[in-house]
Structure formats: structure tokens, C-alpha cells
């Protein structure tokens, strides 16, 4: 290989893909890749939070491409991917972001339900795998594509009462390396970015917040914002050396 120019983030004339895109990490996310020069598809069930993603993105004189889809349905995937490849283009970067962890539902794991297991490791993991199947063929052919995918600080530290979130989210992270290793040769960088305490609507609802910020070596929460920064690192050019890593964001918070 040539020694490479000084790189840049500049993503001018690439489509992204963002799932979970209405609000939180997604909707920073898709707004800073293009604020970095990308075209986004917005892929969420929350059809407002959507129309104000691509307002915001709109706003950037990028192009933004709203699409209501229930990640848990394997056939809209299917299909949402298909309309994309047909009606826009080729996917050049997808950031598999949906997911959640069970919120209210939490417990202990003594007591958690199988029915909130099947939710979870579909909404977190499955569906990552079942957007990245979709991408693939097309980034091997093409010999070029970045595949990001949200995992968790969870499932380095085990946090406790999630034991269903911390399971999905290592297998985001097994997943990852996995894909990493099969298309390293066709020059697809596959990557994950690992959040811990990031101010989210959904997180201000946690139980056990205030501990977790008592619990962060940097004393305050993260933004989506941080998260954004570093998606738009490893859709970049910037990280073409770097693949099958899993980089955690959490102001230093490790085994606390």
C-alpha cells in the first residue's frame, strides 16, 4: 500500500446508515457525520423524533432520509435496506445503534424474565447483525465500507441488574471482531464504540444514575456528543489502520 496522504473526516459524497435515530447518541451521531459532509438515512420507530433529526440535518445542506422501521422486525430491516440500496445508494458507512436496556423491566437476574431477554438480545444484538448482513455483501464487493456499532461499558464491567443488556452488548463486541477478521482483506473496517454514563433522556431515568456519576473518575456525565465524536473518527479515513476494536467512553470508570 502507498503511504497514505494526511487524512481528514470529511465524508463528502457518503451515504450513512443510523438506526435508532430519533434522539440520544443516534440522532448526535447522524447529525455529525453530516456536519461532516455524509448523506444520512435515519432508520427509527419514533416517527417525530425522526422528522427532527432530519430537520437538523436539513439544516446542515446535507441530505437526510427518514425511514420509519421497527428494528425488532426482521422483514422491515430486510426491506428498509432494499429501498435504500434501490432508491438512494450504496451504503457506505452503517452505525448499528438501536437498543436499549430494559429500563423498568430491570432486576436482578434471579428474577428477570425470559420475556425480557428475547427483547433485549433482539433489539441490541440481533438486529446489529441483521443491518450488518444487509451492508455486507455490498462493502466486500466494492472493497470499502465502515460498520460501527454501539455496545457498552456494561459488558466489560458486568454492571449489575442488567445481566440481559451486558450479554447482548458483549456479543456487539464479539460480533465486531468477529466481522473485523472476515473483512480486513476486502478493506471494511469494523469497529465499536463502547459508552458509560452518557446524559440521555433514557439514562436520566436509571435507578441508580447518581451512582453511576459518583462512580466516574471525570465527576460528570458524558454528552451523546462524545459518543458522535468518535463515530465520525471510525467512519473516517482517519481510522483506516484500525479495525476490530471496541473503544470505551466513560470518563474513566473501570471495575468501580
Known amino acids: 500500500m502507498p503511504t497514505p496522504a494526511a487524512t481528514t473526516t470529511d465524508l463528502t459524497g ?10 440520544g447518541i443516534g440522532r448526535a451521531s447522524a447529525i455529525h457525520l453530516a456536519r461532516n459532509g455524509a448523506d444520512v438515512v435515519l432508520i427509527d ?4 423524533g425522526l422528522a427532527e433529526t432530519a430537520e437538523e440535518i436539513g439544516r446542515l445542506r446535507r441530505a437526510a ?4 422501521v421497527d428494528c425488532t422486525d426482521n422483514a422491515q430491516i430486510v426491506d428498509a435496506f432494499q429501498r435504500i440500496e434501490r432508491e438512494i445508494k450504496s451504503v457506505d458507512i452503517l452505525l448499528n445503534n438501536v ?4 429500563r423498568e423491566r430491570a432486576s ?6 425470559p420475556e425480557t431477554w428475547d427483547f433485549i438480545l433482539k433489539l441490541n444484538l440481533y438486529t446489529a447483525m441483521t443491518c450488518s448482513r444487509q451492508v455486507v455483501p455490498g462493502m466486500r464487493e466494492r472493497r470499502s465500507g465502515k460498520i460501527i456499532s454501539i455496545a457498552s461499558e456494561a459488558a466489560y464491567m458486568g454492571s449489575q441488574g442488567v445481566a440481559d ?9 464479539g460480533l465486531t471482531r468477529a466481522l473485523a477478521r472476515e473483512l480486513a482483506p476486502f478493506h471494511v473496517n469494523v469497529n465499536a464504540v463502547c459508552p458509560g454514563p452518557i ?18 473518575p471525570m465527576g460528570f456525565a458524558g454528552e451523546p456528543q462524545d459518543v458522535a465524536n468518535v463515530v465520525v ?15 470505551i467512553v466513560n470518563g474513566g470508570r473501570w471495575w468501580s
Open 65 to 68: 432520509h427518514p425511514m420509519r
Open 165 to 173: 443488556y451486558a450479554a447482548a452488548k458483549a456479543g456487539i463486541i
Open 99 to 102: 437498543g436499549q436496556s430494559a
Open 45 to 48: 420507530i419514533h416517527e417525530s
Open 14 to 23: 457518503r451515504l450513512a446508515v443510523v438506526t435508532g435515530a430519533a434522539n
Open 108 to 113: 436482578e437476574f434471579w428474577c428477570s424474565e
Open 199 to 216: 446524559r440521555t433522556a433514557a439514562a436520566d431515568r436509571l435507578p441508580i444514575w447518581e451512582q453511576y456519576l459518583k462512580e466516574t
Open 233 to 247: 473518527f471510525f467512519a473516517s479515513d482517519q481510522s483506516r489502520y484500525i479495525t476490530g476494536q471496541s473503544l
